[in-house]
């Protein structure tokens, strides 16, 4: 198999634009494992069930976050207002599998402030990442 172009690392740190929390097509949903909703449940000071029932809707049978608005409901004056309890999918961003085409990942940087910034992340970092990102999908 090729290595991937990736394979000497990617610079990225995150600037706290909150960028990727605006919903743009194919990224609009926030999706959420039970580890998550009892993490951001905790966070909030609320039962798992009270923040499923407040927070959450559920597609295709699995759960995301209600957002009804272009901007993400956790996020305010630009930040994230729960960002130590935030969803795994927000921890992995950029690194989804979706995106590591260098086309793909071309598209990110076009929006997200933080590629290109910061120490480079090596490539066994990214592939951990991946795992993550890819077990978190399963657990939906
Ligand atoms: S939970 Fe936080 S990091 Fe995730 S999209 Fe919402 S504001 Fe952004």
Excluded at 54 to 61: F, I, L, R, S
Excluded at 65 to 79: A, I, S, T
Excluded at 94 to 110: C, H, L, S
Aim: aromatic share 12%; proline share 6%.
């Amino acid at each position: 198999m090729s290595k991937p172009w990736w394979e000497q690392g990617i610079r990225f740190a995150c600037q706290g634009s909150g960028k990727c929390c605006v919903s743009r097509g194919d990224y609009g949903y926030v999706y959420l494992t039970l580890p998550d909703r009892r993490r951001l449940a905790a966070a909030l000071g609320i039962p798992t069930r009270e923040f499923t029932r407040q927070y959450c809707a559920k597609t295709e049978g699995c759960f995301h976050l209600d957002n009804r608005e272009v901007e993400c409901m956790f996020r305010e004056h630009g930040r994230c207002s729960v960002y130590e309890a935030r969803p795994t999918q927000c921890r992995t961003w950029p690194f989804w599998p979706e995106n590591m085409k260098a086309k793909a990942w071309t598209a990110v940087a076009e929006y997200c402030p933080g590629v290109g910034k910061g120490h480079t992340v090596p490539a066994e970092t990214i592939v951990e990442i991946l795992r993550e990102q890819r077990r978190s999908t399963e657990q939906l």
